[in-house]
Nanobody
Framework: QVQLVESGGGLVQPGGSLRLSCAAS????????MAWYRQAPGKQRELVAS???????NHADSVKGRFTISRDNARNTVYLQMNSLKPEDTAVYYC?????????WGQGTQVTVSS
């Protein structure tokens, strides 16, 4: 059974940076997509960025130029480097893994951007 464990959330001032990490454990197919989603209070969960096992990335327009997704396949870990953070980036950030016949979510990590 695949499990995802996120880390790296916290409180940061506007303009600051954070780096989220998500480590996957268990039996994972080599072909997969890992992604970060976020959900703010009262809003739907939205895709922030995704990355395939070959390194192809996709970033939401709202974070382009500020956030960067990357992964280390040897460690089964995906990262989200978040720079120039804004108050509207405040949300619970969830890691996601999609592979053949499987869609796995992490428990979420809170990111709060406030002065």
């Amino acid at each position: 059974q695949v499990q995802l464990v996120e880390s790296g959330g916290g409180l940061v001032q506007p303009g600051g940076s954070l780096r989220l990490s998500c480590a996957a454990s268990g039996s994972i197919f080599s072909i997969n997509v890992m992604a970060w989603y976020r959900q703010a209070p009262g809003k739907q969960r939205e895709l922030v960025a995704s990355i395939t096992n070959l390194g192809s990335t996709n970033h939401a327009d709202s974070v382009k130029g500020r956030f960067t997704i990357s992964r280390d396949n040897a460690r089964n870990t995906v990262y989200l480097q978040m720079n120039s953070l804004k108050p509207e980036d405040t949300a619970v950030y969830y890691c996601n893994l999609k592979e053949l016949g499987n869609n796995v979510w992490g428990q979420g990590t809170q990111v709060t951007v406030s002065s």
